[in-house]
């Protein structure tokens, strides 16, 4: 009789622990910037922040130019994969997420693996390799900081 109520307990929780496996999502807004040496333009000019904050860690870079900006959804089961113009793929995929901030692991061919926290607010800038002249960034954050 005892197995036989464990069993039945089994069954009710097994529901319970599917739906703890399954897969988690966050939206992420994705920016590629160019950033590089050459010229002073800084377009558009909500990227004015992210040019005074490399000023201030010292990073010398005069340009920033926006080359694409989507809003993704990003799970934690698959990656999801963002083109970048220098002809790779880079790959977000969510590792938890812990009250208002998210852990994403950040792959990109020919660098390192790099796990990043996104809040609710601000940005996360990550390198994601060379083109034209420059380096191109990946700016994460989420929509609602926008």
């Known amino acids: ?32 910037v160019l950033v590089s040496r050459k010229g002073t333009e800084v377009e558009p000019s909500s990227l004015q922040k992210m040019k005074e904050t490399f000023q201030r860690q010292n990073f010398n870079f005069t340009s ?6 989507q809003s993704l959804e990003v799970g934690s089961k698959e990656s999801t994969e963002v083109k970048l113009p ?42 994601a390799g060379k083109h034209v002249g420059g380096e191109l960034i990946l700016v994460l954050s989420s929509p609602a900081a926008k």
Do not use: I
């Open 86 to 127: 220098n002809g790779v793929n880079a790959s977000l995929r969510l590792l938890r997420m812990q009250g208002d901030t998210a852990t994403l692991r950040v792959e990109v061919p020919q660098l390192s693996a790099v796990d990043v926290e996104l809040g609710r607010e601000g940005s996360v800038y990550q390198r």
């Open 64 to 69: 920033f130019k926006q080359l694409s900006q």
């Open 1 to 32: 009789m005892a197995m036989l109520v464990l069993a039945l307990v089994g069954l009710l929780f097994t529901p319970l622990a599917a739906r703890a496996q399954e897969q988690q999502k966050l939206k992420v807004q994705v920016e590629v």
